[in-house]
């Protein structure tokens, strides 16, 4: 049996045992195993054999042997590996059973051992098995013997014809009895199924279709033999297909296209991308060994091959200096992918793009477009810009390698100006943001330079266009005049008279340089009105007298606004603030605290006074410690009152001890005097309620009612007013439930007998109308010869009409109607159906057709009335309502 493995050769064979004594075999019992073969096609130098199982080694020359004892009781299989000297491993299967000595012309049922299977499907492949046992001399007992399978290679994709015999599987005993032969497993009996057959009663297995190693590589088949009972004749043997790998399988990319990127200016070697190829292919043969290379690269600035590609792992890297991102930003190759281990007369190929991205790195410094830049300022003005600088970049824009950065390095200490990077055009925007003053500074020359957010890269130095100098010149402008003290601050008594010269509050005009300017002051602000202001020179002066108490003062200071103005072009004003200290003088008597307060009637030990301050609208020194004191006149004031000092703010005010006075209000007046120089004093009265009290010290209810001046006859008074009112009241809601007690027993106005309410009353028909009536209706016919009355639509015979309003509330009857509310219930429904303009009949304009010509009755204007004189119809006002309109027609007399 041969397959093809890279071009070299293993050569499969059964392996059979020598005639041995028992299952146990020592290593020279194995001595005549038959040589495994391998060919490298090279002379197999430096190739290296290798035996999977333990207990068994290969030499060289692929002779196998045991290497300790061994139980063959069962078959036996391990795998050999074979490895050249580039490690590429090829591997085989040995399987290993005891099987019958060699045949002697005496003995019976002769079995030769079968050649190599192959699935070239000759008569020559056939296994034969032998269950023949026999006695041997000297008690030695010939143990059963089986031939074994070796794996059977089928390559993949065979043309056929099918079904295609791989293997001839017979037994000895097939001369004796009928066998019936049958495999079983995957590939048989197992899906995918009936890829393989046996012929039951020849033994010949088949293939019965191409096989694709791809959707499976091996199979494993157990072949059966039984009598036509269905008994086991022999043991199971295991069959092992292998398929062979043809190379039927193109590379096939990941991804059509790969992304990569690298630093332009990277050196030869650096790693770029990676890309690889998947062969479907068994990878350990030739057929799944993929070998990459570039067919093309775009464009081919500088040199046509920038890049190469390791043939075995798919990385790419460039193999020549020169990269610039500025001159080309990305590469497109081509990679190619074939198998064969790149051998383009037998492999299959395929393809993929590889697109190469040339990422910027900042070897370009900034350059301004200028050395020099110029700009105007107006003076006093910010956040405008005055000067724009150009700058170029050939980096990747809007990239940190692009971004550019100014700085101001010298012309500025003040730090007047800032530059600002426009970010969509990358400029530099000289901007002004402390105001700049002409008088003080007519230009600048200030030094810019400009770098990128990024670092330059290793070995790129800066351009000395990445220096420019700016001119700024300064615009005068007319400048509003400035209070040099702003606020200004002055100190003054108050209760200055008018007309006091307090300060002169005047401004300075900045533009010193210009012709002198001329300052007019007015006033802008005066809460209190009590300043003025010279017009030319801003002397203050003040027109009325200033009072710290007022409240336009904020603590102790008053505050007014000044306007200065000159007459430049255009005209331009500034203001400032005078803040005036007012110092406090004693202008200001004390008011007494308390106005109103109450006492017992009888003072008492544990009974405290009323405690009594005073308040000052002036302050320290001119306000407390107060004095209180109590008037000499009347002298009853000191007799029953006494006032004893508690602190500086506070003292005490209570009758004398044992001194009683009737409840009542008393009005004590009390002298207070402050502590100016010279002090102020005031005579205050305060309002005193003398009321018995308990012995807590409280005023008790009818205590307080007595002091504020009702005697006891007044209060039984008011009390006897109280219960009469009551008593009304009381007397009120009895008559009330009494007329509604005598409602609900009230007779009714008819016989009972002759009430219809909540009956029901049936009449006889009266007749059909005017059909049943011996009337001549033709006269009411309309005539067809009056042609006014033919161009009335048909059918017209009155306009009738109900108004659109909303329809008046009748009176709705109680559930449980009371016997004497039926009167009220009439009268009611009368007054609401008479003032319901929704009732019939409808007050309307009533049209009637013709009712023909002719009358037997008389002219009804010829009926004169038998009253003589005027007629009083005032009568019609009775009528109701309905009536009205009659009566103001009608009544009224001469005035009518």
């Not at 506070?650 to 009390?670: F, S």
Request: proline share 8%; hydrophobic share 35%.
């Amino acid at each position: 049996q041969h397959w093809n493995l890279s071009r070299k050769f293993f050569r499969s064979v059964a392996v059979r045992d020598c005639f041995a004594e028992g299952p146990l075999f020592s290593p020279l019992s194995l001595i005549c195993l038959p040589p495994v073969k391998f060919d490298d096609c090279a002379g197999n130098d430096a190739v290296v054999l290798r035996s999977g199982d333990p207990l068994f080694g290969v030499r060289t020359d692929g002779s196998i042997f045991a290497t300790g004892e061994a139980n063959l009781d069962e078959p036996v299989q391990f795998k050999l590996t074979a490895q050249d000297s580039r490690a590429r491993v090829w591997e085989t299967v040995v399987q290993l059973a005891l099987i019958d000595p060699p045949p002697v012309p005496q003995k019976e049922n002769e079995v030769s051992p079968p050649p190599p299977t192959d699935s070239s499907g000759s008569p020559d492949s056939g296994i034969s098995t032998s269950r023949s046992r026999r006695n041997r001399s000297k008690g030695l007992r010939r143990q059963k013997r089986d031939w074994v399978i070796p794996p059977i290679n089928v390559a993949e994709n065979s043309r056929g014809p099918f079904p295609q015999m791989l293997v001839s599987i017979r037994s000895d005993q097939d001369q004796d009895i009928s066998i019936r032969y049958s495999i079983t497993g995957v590939g048989a009996d197992q899906p995918p199924n009936e890829v393989f057959n046996i012929d039951p009663v020849l033994g010949k297995m088949f293939v019965t279709k191409p096989l694709d190693r791809e959707h499976r590589s091996s199979y494993h088949l157990r072949a059966h033999a039984v009598d036509m009972n269905g008994n086991q004749v022999e043991n199971p043997i295991d069959l092992y297909i292998f398929v062979i790998d043809m190379n039927d399988n193109r590379p096939e990319f990941k991804n059509q296209v790969y992304n990569g990127s690298v630093d332009e200016g990277s050196k030869p070697g650096t790693y770029v991308m990676h890309v690889s190829a998947f062969d479907a292919d068994d990878n350990t043969t030739a057929n799944g060994m993929v070998r990459y290379r570039i067919l093309s690269q775009m464009p081919h600035s500088p040199i046509p091959n920038m890049f190469t590609i390791n043939s075995e792992t798919g990385d790419i890297v460039t193999v020549a200096p020169g990269l610039d991102r500025e001159k080309v930003s990305q590469y497109t190759i081509i990679v190619q992918a074939t198998d064969m281990e790149g051998n383009l007369n037998f492999g299959l190929s395929n393809t993929a793009t590889a697109i190469i991205t040339v990422t910027d790195i900042n070897d370009n410094p900034p350059m301004l477009t200028s050395r020099t830049f110029s700009g105007e300022v107006p003076e006093n003005k910010v956040d405008i810009v005055v000067a724009n600088l150009t700058v170029i970049d050939a980096d990747q824009p809007h990239s940190p390698n692009w971004n550019a950065i100014y700085r101001i390095i010298s012309g500025d200490p003040s730090g007047h100006f800032t530059i600002r990077t426009d970010p969509v055009s990358n400029d530099g925007m000289v901007t002004v943001v402390k105001p700049v003053d002409y008088e003080m500074n007519r230009a600048f020359m200030l030094t810019v330079v400009v770098s990128n957010q990024a670092h330059l890269a290793s070995g790129i130095q800066s351009s000395l266009q990445s220096t420019a100098g700016v001119t700024i010149s300064v615009q005068d402008v007319n400048e509003a005049p400035y209070f040099p003290t702003n606020p200004k601050h002055i100190r003054f008594e108050e209760g200055i008279p008018a007309g006091t010269t307090l300060t002169t509050f005047s401004a300075s005009d900045p533009d010193r340089l210009q012709m002198q300017q001329t300052i007019r002051y007015s006033k802008l602000n005066d809460p209190a009105d009590w300043l003025s202001i010279n017009r030319t020179n801003g002397q203050i002066i003040t027109t009325a007298i200033l009072d710290r108490e007022s409240v336009y003062v904020k603590n102790n200071i008053y505050e007014a606004t000044f306007l200065a103005t000159d007459n430049g072009s255009p005209v331009a004003s500034g203001t400032g603030t005078l803040q005036i200290y007012l110092i406090d003088i004693n202008d200001n008597s004390p008011a007494l605290i308390p106005k109103e307060s109450q006492i017992c009637e009888r003072m008492s030990k544990n009974v405290n006074g009323v405690n009594i301050t005073a308040a000052d609208d002036d302050t320290d020194p001119n306000a407390g410690p107060f004095v209180f004191e109590l008037p000499k006149i009347p002298a009853s004031i000191r007799r029953n009152w006494t006032i004893s000092r508690i602190s500086g703010d506070y003292a005490r005010l209570g009758l004398r001890y044992q001194v009683y006075l009737e409840p009542g209000v008393y009005e004590v007046p009390v002298i207070v005097l402050d502590s100016g120089n010279p002090p102020l004093s005031n005579r205050s009265i305060i309002k005193v309620k003398v009321c018995p009290c308990d012995e807590h010290g409280d005023c008790t209810t009818l205590g307080a009612v007595a002091a504020a001046g009702l005697g006891t006859g007044a209060i039984i008074s008011i009390l006897i007013c109280i219960i009469i009112l009551l008593s009304m009241v009381l007397l009120f809601v009895v008559w009330i439930k009494r007329r509604e007690k005598e409602r609900q027993t009230k007779q009714l106005l008819i016989d009972p007998e002759d009430d219809v309410r909540d009956n029901i009353l049936k009449y006889d028909e009266e007749g059909g109308g005017e059909e049943d009536q011996d009337y001549d209706l033709s006269q009411l016919q309309q005539p067809d010869s009056l042609e006014h009355i033919i161009s009335k639509p048909p059918g017209v015979r009155r306009v009738d009409e109900r108004p659109i309003i909303p329809e008046s509330q009748y009176p709705i009857r109680p559930v449980v109607p009371h016997p004497g509310d039926i009167g009220d219930f009439i009268h009611e429904g009368l007054r609401a159906a008479d003032n319901d303009p929704t009732a019939p009949p409808y007050d309307s304009l009533l049209v009637f057709d013709y009712e023909g010509s002719g009358s037997t009755a008389g002219s009804v204007s010829s009926l004169n009335s038998s009253s003589t004189g005027d007629q009083d119809y005032d009568y019609l006002n009775d009528w109701g309502p309905r009536f009205k309109k009659l009566a103001d027609m009608y009544g009224g007399g001469v005035e009518d």
